[in-house]
């Protein structure tokens, strides 16, 4: 079965920090994907990254990066130069090839002070 | 990208009463949606995998007589939140995957009075 672990229940930062969120994972399936998702106080997911297992290239996009490990079962995503506006709930997810439904992990609530 | 709407986006309702939400494809076909539960600070839970033209698929713990879903077209699922109590306040996403993503809904937040 898939699990996915985000152990960071919370995070605060001051703007312009960096910050790593931890995501690790759980599978049997040799193809799977990997999400983040942030969520807003709106509620609404907003997709950030899918990747499958095969790619395991680190990513970077503007001030975020993240970190494919798996060796370690690991997908943490980095936010360089925080703002306010990153200030959300982070949801690591995990699907496994066979099945389209997605399991995601506790969520890490980022909040980013001015 | 393809878009998933719901609605509606919020729903008070009186304990007992049953509850209809939609979800739909706008842009693209889905044999296939899910619906998710969150509560509070929670996570997303997965509740069941909607079937167009079969049964849905519920997780276990999930009282299928509770939530019925019905996956009538292959744009269009619902989900009943039938007599519903307090404890059932939540929200509600749905979504629905084309070949290479899976698209989420903006929610559904219902408040059992």
């Known amino acids: 079965a898939q699990k996915v672990t985000q152990a960071q229940t919370e995070i605060s930062v001051v703007e312009k920090e960096d910050v790593t969120l931890d995501c690790v994972y759980e599978t049997r399936d040799t193809t799977y994907y990997l999400f983040w998702y942030k969520q807003p106080p709106s509620g609404e997911l907003v997709f950030l990254i899918r990747r499958n297992s095969f790619d395991e290239q680190n990513e970077i996009s503007g001030r975020y990066s993240w970190n494919f490990q798996k060796s370690t079962s690991s997908f943490n995503f980095t936010i360089t130069a925080s703002q306010v506006v990153d200030s959300a709930v982070y949801f690591c997810a995990l699907s496994e090839y066979n099945n389209n439904d997605m399991r995601f992990g506790a969520g890490t609530r980022l909040t980013v002070k001015p | 990208g393809a878009v998933v709407s719901q609605h509606p986006s919020r729903v008070i309702c009186k304990s007992g009463t049953s509850v209809k939400i939609e979800c739909r494809s706008l842009d693209f076909q889905a044999t296939t949606m899910f619906w998710y539960r969150q509560f509070p600070k929670q996570s997303l839970m997965l509740m069941a995998t909607?079937?167009?033209?079969?049964?849905?698929?519920?997780e276990q713990g999930v009282e299928k007589d509770k939530f019925l879903i019905n996956h009538a077209s292959l744009t269009l699922s619902t989900l009943t939140v039938t007599s519903a109590h307090p404890e059932d306040s939540s929200f509600y996403i749905c979504?629905?995957?084309?070949?290479?993503?899976?698209?989420f809904g903006p929610g559904t937040r219902l408040t059992v009075l």
């Open positions: 979504s629905a995957p084309d070949m290479y993503e899976q698209f």
């Open positions: 909607s079937n167009e033209g079969s049964k849905a698929t519920y």
